[in-house]
């Protein structure tokens, strides 16, 4: 159908005190099957929903998607791989970063606290691969 689109992540927040956001660490972001074929469908990494919204992607496999960047108040990349991993089409303020300290504060283990609720046997969800 003609403007159809996928949207992989978004947030809402409001409030700049709040910390919340979305933090995807090591996972597959791939199109269906069905959706593979289709060169006109585009994605987005992020949606707009609130103008402190934060959305990080840490350590992910990006697949070849036809990829934006919607206006987030905060996003930022941290080693990311795969074909989907490349900057064009998206937009300019996007942080990409190498530094170890800034991307680890995004952590299940300092982000959220997952040390202090998560049962130890995920533990290591906690920090890099």
């Known amino acids: 159908m003609p403007r159809q689109y996928n949207t992989i992540k978004t947030q809402k927040r409001d ?32 949606r707009l929903w609130g103008i402190f919204s934060r959305t990080v992607i840490i350590e992910s496999y990006i697949d070849k998607l036809n990829s934006v960047i919607s206006r987030w108040s905060y996003y930022l990349e941290y080693k990311n791989r795969g074909l989907g ?7 300019t303020w996007a942080s990409i970063t190498t ?5 680890s504060n995004l952590t299940v283990r300092h982000f959220i606290k997952g040390i202090e609720w998560m049962p130890t046997n995920i533990l290591r969800y906690l920090d890099f691969d």
């Open 85 to 91: 991993d490349v900057r064009k089409g998206r937009v």
């Open 99 to 103: 530094d170890l300290n800034i991307a």
């Open 15 to 46: 409030f700049e005190p709040f910390e919340s956001g979305i933090v995807l660490q090591n996972c597959t972001i791939k199109a269906t099957s069905d959706l593979e074929k289709l060169d006109n469908v585009t994605t987005y990494l992020g």
